[in-house]
């Protein structure tokens, strides 16, 4: 996720050099920070849903651990 992060950033930091008007830019950055956004989304989902997965497959687990 974080390579995906930073390669995405960087595509983008490199078309503004494209752009030869100040709502060219604005776009680009608006652009860059929706797809970053996205990116940090998509992560923050997944992490989520990957500590709720691991919590319920874990209970059992734990629960033996602390009778001991």
């Known amino acids: 996720m974080l390579v995906w992060l ?17 709502a060219c830019e604005a776009g680009n ?19 989520v849903i990957l500590g709720i997965i691991w919590m319920v497959t874990n209970r059992g687990a734990r629960q033996r651990r602390e009778d001991r």
Do not use: K, P, Y
């Open 6 to 22: 930073v390669v995405g950033i960087n595509a983008a930091s490199g078309e503004g050099e494209q752009c030869t008007t100040d």
């Open 29 to 47: 950055d608006v652009g860059t920070l929706l797809g970053t956004g996205l990116v940090v989304f998509f992560w923050m989902a997944g992490a």
